[in-house]
């Protein structure tokens, strides 16, 4: 499970240096999911700052506790994607849906507003 904190009622998930080929992504799915459904209040920054790369495994559980998020009425943005991460999130065009911040900080800041 990816550690989490708490800074300015915002829950942060500090997420690993990559994930691909996932030998069982639905442990990764299930605590992800969980956070999703406790984070009080549903504000969720994933910060992506020691990820260097993820692949499309990740991208379905990212989406999927998006969905969850949304679902209680909250939002969940991405920080400090690496050229890669970045590269991955604009060409499948999810920085439509989901807002991308430099550094979890700035993200916390946007969400805590």
């Not at 679902?71 to 060409?91: E, F, K, P, Y």
């Amino acid at each position: 499970m990816p550690p989490t904190s708490k800074d300015r009622e915002v829950t942060v998930v500090h997420l690993a240096s990559h994930y691909s080929g996932l030998d069982d992504p639905t442990d990764l799915m299930a605590e992800m999911l969980r956070v999703a459904d406790e984070a009080d209040p549903p504000r969720l920054v994933l910060d992506l700052s020691a990820t260097e790369y993820f692949d499309s495994q990740f991208v379905e559980v990212m989406v999927r506790v998006w969905k969850r998020i949304g679902a209680r009425g909250g939002q969940m943005v991405l920080a400090g994607l690496s050229a890669n991460c970045s590269d991955v999130i604009r060409v499948l065009k999810l920085d439509t849906i989901w807002d991308v911040y430099p550094t979890p900080a700035e993200a916390v800041a946007a969400l805590a507003d």
